[in-house]
């Protein structure tokens, strides 16, 4: 599992096809999500824990010393499954190492639960939709996560 995770003022997704809103957050996290081939409901348990404590928020004297949970803030989780290519060789991605469509929903829909059992507002994308992704970074911060 792969996590691009951005520290924001805001985010919202919007898909294409009607045009809608489908999340919306305040000041939290924007996490793009890849889901690779060998993850488990172990690995997405264990990235749903970790994310949420992590110390990336300023405390009062502008030191990263608190997590989403210290500052109450929103998630807003986008699947991205290109997280996975492999660009090594050719001109044209491969992705080989992402999961397959039906058991990477089944766990991406598993971790935003996850997020949600411990109390934190999350918002999500469409998953497999196209989708125009906006938000207001703060920092900007942002970190990528592999488990």
Known sequence: MKAVIQRVKSASVEIESPPQIVGKIDK??????????????????KMATRIPQLR??????????RSLLDI?????????????ADTNQGLR??????????????????????LRYMGIKTETGSFGAKMKVKLENDGPVTFILEA
Request: proline share 3%.
């Open 72 to 84: 109450g803030g929103e998630i807003l989780v986008v699947s991205q499954f290109t997280l996975y």
């Open 56 to 65: 990336i928020f300023d405390d009062s004297q502008g030191k990263m010393n």
């Open 28 to 45: 939290g996290l924007l996490i793009l999500l890849g889901i690779g081939k060998n993850d488990t409901v172990e690995t997405v348990q």
């Open 93 to 114: 991605p491969s992705f080989t190492n992402a999961c397959e469509p039906k058991r990477a929903r089944e766990l991406y829909e598993r971790f935003v639960t996850e």
